[in-house]
Nanobody, 121 residues
Framework: QVKLVESGGGLVQPGGSLRLSCRPSRNFFKLNTVRWWRHAPGKERELVASVTFDGTANYANAVKDRFIISRDDSGDAAYLQMNNLKVDDTAAYLC???????????????WGQGTQVTVSS
């Protein structure tokens, strides 16, 4: 099985920035469409941002103009640049993506275990 591996979370003060990364857990798999979700205690899981193979990005209203989603043209990694972070951004951030193997076979809806982002003074 191939999963996703996230990194880059941590503790940051309000107004600060973090950059999350997402990569397939195994070689020979490339990222296609990538989605970042977040899940805070007591709240429903929320789709934060998505980016397609051709680079078309979409954002939740709560993060628009503060977060930037991107993916390498190689398909090896995807990122979520988070700027001007707010306390309400505190959550576990999970990467979710459709992959393609080196044979061209699709491996859709893969998930990572998440990385914690805590925004606090």
């Amino acid at each position: 099985q191939v999963k996703l591996v996230e990194s880059g979370g941590g503790l940051v003060q309000p107004g600060g920035s973090l950059r999350l990364s997402c990569r397939p857990s195994r070689n020979f798999f490339k990222l296609n469409t990538v989605r970042w979700w977040r899940h805070a205690p007591g709240k429903e899981r929320e789709l934060v941002a998505s980016v397609t193979f051709d680079g078309t990005a979409n954002y939740a209203n709560a993060v628009k103009d503060r977060f930037i989603i991107s993916r390498d043209d190689s398909g090896d990694a995807a990122y979520l640049q988070m700027n001007n972070l707010k306390v309400d951004d505190t959550a576990a951030y999970l990467c979710n993506a459709d992959l393609v193997s080196y044979t061209g076979a699709p491996w859709n809806d893969r998930w990572g275990q998440g990385t914690q982002v805590t925004v606090s003074s």
